[in-house]
């Protein structure tokens, strides 16, 4: 299966470590990053010198070509917000996971689509389990 990763990168990157982990468990379950640049931890620094319109493009592209999104959504993020609302118009399965604490945006948790998830975690093992189970429930459909 072909996953969207979402994680913030101007909004800050402070989950950088978590994006690298979910990286690691989608692709240990058998399954394709189609965005791996949110895990790469230089991709601020390659995308200064790219205009906008390209890292949209390249974006929009990536999220068409994907069977599903995976998306970390305890940093407040824009570019997150409007990938999570693209994919859900698509009628992608959408898992938005948040580390519990986060202060998630209200438009995530009270969110009602049938095509979303959204699951708090507490730790690495906490979060392979969601992810898993995510896996799961949409390749038996």
Known sequence: M???LSGSIRGGRQKLSTYRTMTKIIEE??????SYHVA???VEKKEVTMPESEIFSRDIHLLDRSDC???EVSVASTG????VCSALHRELPVLCVYEEGSMV???ILGNTNAHLRVEAYSDF???E???????LSIIGK
């Open 2 to 4: 072909k996953v969207f």
């Open 29 to 34: 379950l058998g399954h394709e990053i189609t």
């Open 40 to 42: 790469d931890p230089y």
């Open 69 to 71: 999104m995976v998306a």
């Open 80 to 83: 997150v917000g409007y990938e």
């Open 105 to 107: 945006s209200a438009m």
């Open 125 to 127: 093992w906490e979060l």
């Open 129 to 135: 389990q969601i992810i898993s189970k995510f896996f």
